[in-house]
């Protein structure tokens, strides 16, 4: 078995994506004068429930991110999403992500249900813990596609109510 540690994030090419807990330390962000997210305008809470959470221990990651933070997983370039959090596991726990500016993102999540801070691949470079995407999208020999996890977040001028979804959580199971 090998294990992947957050701060290095050593993990193979096809699995990056699953990675998520390296953007740990970022929040929602407000934009600058480069055109980055939030140009100033209030954020708006994301609401995520985890389902098929099994089993109930350990903890749950997830973090909200940009096309361009996505492709930064895929590449294991370093970046920090747009938010991120972690909670207890347990099904139907319920993350709130405040104050995300409007845009399109992907949700990316996995459940560390050992607890050891690290998502465990075998050697091929399959997670051997639970992930989730945002549409519960999944990936066809590989991660899912941002186009496949994408969501739009309109202003909170517009909605201000939270934006609420589900995140099915699934293991790979590949026999060969």
């Known amino acids: 078995m090998r294990r992947m540690n957050f701060s290095t994030l050593q ?8 990675a998520l ?4 330390e970022g929040g929602a962000s407000a934009s600058d004068e480069e055109g980055n997210l939030g ?9 995520l429930t985890f389902v098929n959470v099994e089993p109930e221990k350990g903890t749950l990651f997830v973090s909200v991110c940009t096309e361009e933070q996505t492709r930064a997983r895929y590449a ?13 596991a347990k099904n ?3 993350v709130t ?18 607890d050891n801070g690290l998502l465990d691949f075998d050697d091929r470079g399959i997670p051997f813990e639970a992930t989730g995407n945002g549409r519960n999208a999944r990936g066809s020999f590989g991660p899912a596609t941002f186009a496949q996890m994408a969501f739009d977040l309109a ?9 609420e979804f ?3 959580m699934y293991r790979v199971e590949v026999d060969f």
């Open 97 to 114: 992500l405040d104050d995300i500016p409007a845009g399109t993102y992907a949700a990316i999540a996995f459940h560390d249900d050992n």
């Open 155 to 163: 202003p909170a001028s517009e909605e201000p109510s939270a934006l």
């Open 166 to 168: 589900t995140v099915s």
């Open 76 to 88: 294991n370039e370093p970046h920090t999403c747009v938010s991120s959090a972690r909670t207890p």
């Open 11 to 18: 993990c193979s090419a096809l699995f990056a994506i699953f």
């Open 21 to 24: 807990a390296c953007g740990l």
């Open 39 to 47: 140009a100033g305008a209030p954020g708006r809470p994301l609401q």
């Open 92 to 94: 139907g726990a319920v």
